[in-house]
């Protein structure tokens, strides 16, 4: 993938980001994940309109199916609902939307997500059995995801298809969903320090 692609990723690095490495190091309590849970459930929730718009209906059916196993996880851990109320996770969604409006968008933004997936999904599945194992959280949802580098794959070759217009709208979903996705994980952690 182009360059520039990976350098916003490394920017952007979700497994660096301290609600990650928390965690990772097993210092969340259960209140704090079920918030996290909670709150990104609505993103999750958004994927598969982002792959519908890129073509990819059967990848987007298996998205929704995938928002259940992530519903699931979720209650598993005490969360009420998914739905956003945090201003930056709400950010992260409209950014999406917005992203969502244009095939070249929707790869973008997706992109910034599914890439660092495989990687934000296995140190998740770790943390949650080294440290969390007692309160039973539901793990399919990252069992899948942990090795799922197909889509990041497609993505990248739908992407290399674009013309130099299209890919540079692409570049700049990618970013701003970048930033948004780690800006959404500073506002759940600053939301629990209150």
């Excluded at 969360?79 to 992260?92: D, I, P, Q, Y």
Aim: negative net charge; aromatic residues 10%.
């Amino acid at each position: 993938m182009n360059n520039s692609f990976k350098q916003t990723l490394d920017r952007h690095n979700l497994l660096q980001h301290p609600f990650y490495v928390a965690w990772n190091e097993g210092k969340l309590t259960r209140e704090q994940l079920a918030l996290y849970a909670g709150e990104y459930g609505s993103f999750i929730q958004l994927i598969s309109k982002g792959w519908a718009k890129a073509g990819e209906n059967k990848i987007a059916q298996e998205e929704e199916a995938h928002y259940k196993l992530w519903q699931k996880f979720a209650g598993s851990i005490g969360a009420e609902n998914t739905h956003a109320s945090l201003l930056s996770v709400k950010a992260l969604l409209n950014s999406m939307e917005q992203h969502y409006g244009s095939y070249a968008g929707a790869l973008g933004a997706l992109y910034a997500f599914e890439a660092q997936q495989p990687a934000t999904a296995s140190s998740k599945l770790d943390g949650l059995r080294k440290h969390y194992s007692s309160w039973g959280a539901d793990e399919t949802y990252f069992q899948i995801h942990s090795t799922d580098f197909a889509e990041p794959a497609l993505l990248e070759q739908k992407m290399s298809a674009l013309s130099e217009t299209e890919r540079a709208v692409a570049l700049e979903a990618c970013v701003s969903t970048a930033k948004a996705l780690w800006e959404a994980l500073t506002g759940i952690m600053e939301a629990q320090k209150n």
